[in-house]
């Protein structure tokens, strides 16, 4: 996992989803957001739509428990890894 | 027998103790007043941002509000109409002061009309999906549900008892508050938010509304924004249609008994409503079921014709619906009976949230002792037997009951009969 990744989703929680900061560590599971299961699914789009890519659906179920932040980042950086364009994709 | 839809004996009054509104023409009471007993319109021209097709521009009377500003209960995203909802809705609270823990949740309804809730979102969410090839969001269900007003509304104040979404077109509002009524009477509930929204200035929908030929032809004129913004003259020989406008309205309404126990102070009363159907045609009116509307919330009310002093007319500024309305006035109240108005031509058709803000207009009338002009017309049509309160607002410091109609595409119409507290 990346420190911007992890940043940035951070942001994403605190900005758009009012969550409180000091409960965001990359060990904190999508569950203890204390999002229902409809913002989850906002916050997964809205994190994606930050880095412009596309988690494929069977790589992640926000609503399986135990999902933390840290996977999410690290999904995150896969997928902009293989990103069209990018330079790990040009590589 | 009693005709379908009418009372047999009046129904018995229902205090308002907050109203809240969002319009064009302004978002607090004392803006609204200001503007309704002036005349001062708030109808400009839109050009229509449609990729690829050239229409004329439209008029449209849009508020000034700031949707982004406005806290979702449910954390979803809102469309603007509920928005609008939420806003009028607080500001209604605020003013019955009914705030959490001050009345039993299992006894508050909510009371919601809304002809196309969630229009603005829906068309928004097609462009994303066929235009910018975009993805759908998790939330466009739920921000696009005709109920979603309502529903957003219970949750903000934790309603138990009702969570009732109407449409009717142009009705639906008018409806909301009339069912609200109802509800209280028959004891199933003692407190309402009830009103309506609308908000769906977008490009496909007021391109359907022109292609309907129903909105004013602006020409040449569309760079005149003086010419513009008196473009609709309800009850005018040479009237020609409408401007689309937005808005919300909410009142909190209580039995009388519930509001003195809790201490509230009643702003007007609601007296009388009626609903029925016309039952002949899609969008034609028709001056019977107009007339046996008024007739039963008059008989609702408990009230006689001449007890009115103030009618706010659906008055839309088409050919074929003044006439029919013009007759149907005429028809219960006598030629001449009633001093009319219709407040469309400032604040635009509202839709699904005319009733609410038109019954506004009518109590805001009964407060200050006198009736809002029918702006832009100088002389009614001389085909039409009416006392038009043309040129300026009328004092009237006698006022006691005012009637406010709502005649809807599909055929329903609905007439509430407000009086001073």
Known sequence: ?????????????????????????????????????????????????????????????????????????????EAVAVRPGSDAAAA | MAPAGRSVRPGGPIAVTGAGVVSPIGNSLAAFDAALFAGRS????????????????????????????????????????????????????????LAPGGFDPERLGIFWGSGMAGAATFEATCRTVYADR?????????????NAPVAEIALAFAARGAALAYACACASSAVAIGEAMRAIRAGWIDVAIAGGSESMLTPGVLASWQAMRVLVPLGA???????????????????????????????????????????ARTDAILAGYASNCDGVHITQPDASGQARAMIAALADAGLAASDIGYLNAHGTATTAGDAAE?????????????????????????????????????????????????????EADPAFDLD??????????????????????????????????
Not at chain 1, 39 to 64: H, K, N, S, T, Y
Not at chain 2, 134 to 144: K, Y
């Open chain 2, 326 to 378: 013009a007759e149907s006035i005429a028809r219960v109240f006598g030629p001449g009976g009633v001093p009319v108005s219709s407040t469309k031509a400032i604040h635009g058709h509202l839709l699904g949230a005319g009733g609410a803000v038109e019954l506004l207009a009518s109590l805001r009338a009964l407060a200050a002792g006198c009736l809002p002009m029918n702006a832009n017309t100088i």
């Open chain 2, 134 to 146: 975009r993805r759908m969001r998790p939330t466009s269900v739920v921000t696009t549900m005709p």
């Open chain 1, 1 to 77: 996992m990346t420190r911007p990744t992890f940043a940035a989703i951070s942001s994403v929680l605190v900005e758009k989803f009012k969550v409180d900061a000091a409960k965001i560590e990359p060990a904190t599971s999508l569950e203890q957001l204390g999002l229902d299961s409809l913002a989850l699914m906002e916050f997964v789009f809205a994190v994606e739509d930050r880095f412009d890519v596309r988690i494929p659906e069977e790589r992640l179920d926000p609503r399986q428990a135990g999902v933390t932040l840290e996977q999410l980042a690290l999904l995150i950086d």
């Open chain 2, 388 to 421: 038009l309160i043309s040129r300026a607002s009328r004092p009237s410091p006698d006022l006691r009951h005012a009637l406010c109609s709502s005649f809807a595409f599909g055929g329903t119409n609905a007439v509430l009969i407000a009086s001073r507290a």
């Open chain 2, 42 to 97: 708030a109808v400009h021209a839109r050009i229509l941002d449609l990729p690829g097709i050239e229409l004329p521009p439209v008029p449209v009377a849009s508020a000034d509000f700031d949707a982004a500003a406005v806290e979702a209960p449910s954390r979803v995203p809102l469309d603007r109409a509920t928005a609008m909802a939420l806003a009028a809705a607080r500001d209604a609270a605020r003013a019955a002061g």
């Open chain 2, 221 to 263: 004129a569309a760079s005149d924004a003086a010419a513009v913004a008196a473009c609709c003259r309800p009850f005018a020989a040479e009237r020609n249609g409408f401007a689309l406008g937005e808005a919300a309205a909410a009142y909190v309404l209580e039995s009388p008994a519930h509001a003195a126990a809790r201490g």
